[in-house]
């Protein structure tokens, strides 16, 4: 029997440090589920599709931070500016700037981090850490007073080898620390999913985004 939303995001929440914030990955998922998970005390969620978030905001409670963790397509940013909480996977300056001029046209700032490549197969989105440093420390950035740059978000391979997890972690996260020395708005570090959070953790990410082990396996059927 699989045990239900409720028992796993408890189970979930007390192994992670407290100063680990837990993103309920919800993509595909009913509105029952989101409901469920909310029930239970959670309010952050993730997902990574534009539409469906934007379907699932209109329904559900209002202090609900909604997290796009997918990549992004440029003329969709618009319809999530009115409410996205943190955006994770911003891998162009463009983006930024798209971003930047849909939250002006709401008065608001929206909170971004910069996908890195980290992982080895290169089905990965992601920026390469020279062209991150290039974006931090660029005139350009300071002129976008509608989003904030507040970390790095990465994704390890899908492989069960540990020591490649690590290595690619850890490489993220030493990157992140050094970056932070100059750059004192970063604050988040995104790494880590169901199969890998806990050695994301140990390597220094303080925010997870785990969907199946909250929810179940995904139907993509459906
Ligand atoms: C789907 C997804 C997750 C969650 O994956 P699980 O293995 O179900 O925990 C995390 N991050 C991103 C970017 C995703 O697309």
């Known amino acids: 029997m699989m045990k239900g939303i409720k028992e796993n995001l408890q189970e979930i929440q007390s192994t992670l440090p407290e100063n680990v914030t837990l993103v309920a990955v919800s ?23 534009i539409q469906e978030m934007v379907a699932k905001y209109d329904e559900l409670p209002k202090d609900i931070q909604w997290h796009m963790i997918g990549h992004l397509q440029s003329n969709k940013v618009k319809y999530m500016a009115h409410f996205v909480d943190l ?19 709401h008065n608001r700032v929206i909170n971004c981090l910069l996908q890195a490549r ?12 020279s062209e991150i440093e290039a974006i931090l420390a660029s005139d350009e950035l300071k002129e976008l007073q509608n989003i904030k740059v507040v970390g790095l ?29 100059t750059y004192p708005d970063l604050t988040i570090l995104s790494m880590g999913m169901s199969g890998d959070y806990e050695l994301a953790i140990k390597n220094g990410s303080n925010m997870v985004r785990i969907g199946s082990s909250i929810f179940g396996v995904r139907n993509y059927i459906a």
């Open 87 to 105: 955006i994770h996977g911003v891998d162009s300056f463009k983006t930024l700037k798209e971003i930047d001029k849909q939250a002006k046209k």
């Open 118 to 129: 980290i992982a080895k197969e290169d089905t990965k989105f992601g920026l390469p850490f």
């Open 27 to 49: 993509k595909t998922k009913p509105i029952a589920d989101l409901q469920e998970a909310y029930d239970a005390g959670q309010r952050v969620f993730g997902e990574n599709k």
């Open 153 to 181: 978000m990465g994704m390890a391979t899908f492989t069960d080898n540990q020591e490649q997890l690590e290595e690619e972690f850890s490489s993220l996260s030493s990157f992140f620390n050094q970056n932070k020395k």
